[in-house]
């Protein structure tokens, strides 16, 4: 952007934060850089509005009585409220910064917004986060208490935004699909094309919603009915196998080291793709059904010689 | 414009900040500090406002006098408060750092956005040593450690010099030397067992992680259905269908990861090359079915 340019928008905002209300002639008076014919001076206002709109400024504009426009920005609006953040508060809003990398430049950016200071130095934990991708316009329909509507797999849908769950190497909708009735989740690198959002307001998360266990393990989809599976673990993998289906599986722990656990199955083909992921450090115990299940799935392989 | 709003309110809350210390903040030179903040100050909103006052003495220091413009911060675009949020939660989720401070951060940052308090989550996972590895890497100590290594399918014991831990897709790895390998490893956390630390080493320098080079190149014909593997994996699509089938070529880590990878896919993935690969999969559910009873 052209530096008379910068200092004229910078100019434009100073002005209609300070001022309550603007009209056309006013502001040329104020803001050196404008056209002195009205009309180009007009559309000049017209095309400098839809700049700061796009830098996440709104100029609003309402029309008087005796037909003039006046024009103003909403001090509520512009500036963040006051966070008021104590010593110890800015020094983890700093650490946050340099620990955790949410997939692009923006929290850098973020950051020094809110006054802070970034330091590059070396942590010895740090989080990368997956892509954000069209979060933002998630994250705006959230603030905004309004449903997004997008397409996902071929189809149109409307969603209530409850919460963005980062999970297992994905970021995540969580809310109430509208068209469905019931709570849903949405990888949000799968949604196709753009995301708008619905009427602002009408959206209530539900109370005592707990966004962190909103999404199930991948066995525990509600795709199909319940089966308590029981799978035997070798002691190589038995405490990686714990690690993620959790202790309350455990059902006996052998001298060896090798485990039995037992867990709630609704979505088989995620589970068979946990078990197979295991090798021959786990045998599928019961029930029946479930064991016979893997036992095809491999023979379909074990004959196959391509 | 962006950098001129961001600016004006971070040099008044910092009174006395140097040109150079800004220019080094906001990823710019000092002649452009300069520009900028000149321009801030030659904004002249008429007769019966203040402009915003602010100067740079000879040091290069930058002041500004109470009631200059732009003093708070503007408000975060969704982009930057989504960050943030996301930023806040990963932190509480890791060891080490101040829970109570991040805690009422994240609630103060989540008014201040308009969100909910748990609008935003990131879930990690848990090694059980995360904690024990952080702690070596600060005191630039050694690891001894039994680490399973997936590509192989085998328990290994390794002296490593751990350089730091890094969550990628939500999942912590270390990245370590390795000096049975004479090499740079990154090994899933959760994967790691018995970690007795012994002598102080020397670290050296960071680089970026390359991936293994004698990875085997393994051509799939995938159904729709089998996408996942393409975005689970660095991959080169071949060929697709409009039915959303295609073909992939994918980077094979280790025997271990290529059964794994099959026999998830199931008989339907067809093997396109090389050869062999059909008789590694065949032999794998072979030595699977034994489990079962049903070997050969």
């Known amino acids: 952007m052209a530096t008379d340019r910068v200092e004229r928008l910078c100019t434009l905002v100073m002005c209609l934060l300070g001022w309550d209300r603007l009209t056309r002639a006013q502001i040329a008076e104020r803001v050196p850089g404008y056209p002195t014919n009205p009309e180009s001076m007009r559309a000049q206002l017209i095309r400098d509005k839809e700049t700061l709109a796009e830098e996440g400024v709104d100029v609003h504009a309402e029309s008087q009585p005796d037909g003039t426009w006046v024009y103003w920005i909403d001090p509520e609006e512009f500036y963040l409220p006051e966070l008021d953040l104590t010593a110890q508060e800015e020094v983890a809003l700093a650490a946050a910064a340099v620990a955790v990398e949410p997939g692009n430049g923006t929290l850098r950016d973020a950051l020094l917004q809110l006054g802070g200071v970034v330091t590059d130095g070396a942590v010895p934990l740090r989080t990368v986060l997956p892509e954000m991708g069209v979060l933002d316009a998630m994250f705006d329909a959230q603030v905004r208490r309004g449903p997004v509507m997008f397409s996902y797999k071929g189809k149109e849908r409307a969603v209530e935004p409850w919460a963005l769950l980062s999970q297992r190497g994905w970021w995540y909708l969580v809310g109430f699909e509208r068209g469905a009735g019931a709570q849903r989740s949405f990888r949000v690198d799968r949604v196709e094309g753009p995301v708008t959002i619905g009427t602002p307001g009408s959206v209530v998360v539900p109370a005592g919603f707990e966004a962190r266990t909103a999404i199930p393990a991948p066995w525990q989809l509600p795709v199909g009915e319940s089966v308590e599976a029981v799978v035997d673990v070798d002691p190589a993998m038995a405490a990686v196998a714990v690690g993620e289906v959790g202790e309350d599986a455990v059902v006996e722990r052998f001298g060896n080291g090798s485990v039995r656990l037992r867990f709630a199955v609704t979505h088989r083909p995620a589970f068979r793709a946990w078990v197979l992921g295991l090798l021959d450090h786990a045998e599928v115990v019961g029930p029946p059904s479930l064991r016979a299940e893997i036992v095809e799935w491999l023979e379909a392989m074990a004959g196959a010689e391509r | ?296």
């Not at chain 2, 991040?102 to 848990?126: F, R, Y």
């Not at chain 2, 959760?190 to 970026?208: F, N, Q, S, W, Y």
């Not at chain 2, 690969?277 to 050969?296: I, M, N």
Request: proline share 5%; charged share 25%.
């Open chain 2, 1 to 296: 414009m962006r950098r001129v709003l961001a600016m004006i309110p971070w040099v008044v809350a910092r009174d006395g900040a140097t040109v150079d210390e800004i220019a080094a903040q906001f990823g710019t030179t000092a002649q452009t500090v300069q520009r900028d903040l000149s321009l801030a100050m030659c904004c002249e909103v008429g007769a019966n406002l203040d402009h915003v006052a602010m100067w740079v003495d000879d040091d290069g220091r930058v002041y500004a006098a109470p009631g200059a413009y732009f003093d708070r911060p503007r408000r975060l675009t969704p982009a930057q408060g989504v960050a943030v949020l996301a930023a806040v939660d990963a932190l509480r989720q890791v060891p080490g750092g101040d829970s109570s401070a991040l805690s009422s951060l994240a609630g103060k940052l989540a008014a201040a956005l308009g969100a909910a308090s748990n609008a935003v989550a990131v879930v990690l996972d848990e090694p059980p040593l995360l904690e024990v590895v952080r702690a070596a890497i600060e005191r630039g100590e050694q690891l001894h450690l039994d680490y399973y290594s997936a590509s192989r399918d085998e328990l290994t014991e390794r002296d490593v010099d751990p350089l730091r831990v890094v969550a990628f897709g939500n999942t912590w790895q270390l990245e370590a030397w390795c000096h049975l390998m004479g090499d740079r490893h990154r090994i899933r956390a959760a994967r790691l067992t018995g970690v007795p630390i012994e002598h102080h080493a020397d670290a050296g320098p960071l680089e970026a992680f390359e991936p293994a080079e004698h990875a085997l190149r393994v051509v799939l014909d995938l159904t729709a259905d089998q996408r996942w593997v393409a975005e689970r994996h660095p991959h080169e699509v071949l060929a697709s269908r409009s039915d959303g089938a295609m073909r992939v070529a994918l980077w094979a880590a280790g025997p271990a990861w290529l059964e794994r990878l099959l026999l998830r896919l199931g008989p339907d993935a067809v093997i396109v090359e090389p050869e062999n690969v059909a008789v590694l999969r065949r032999d794998a559910a072979r030595r699977l079915l034994g489990l079962y009873g049903r070997g050969d």
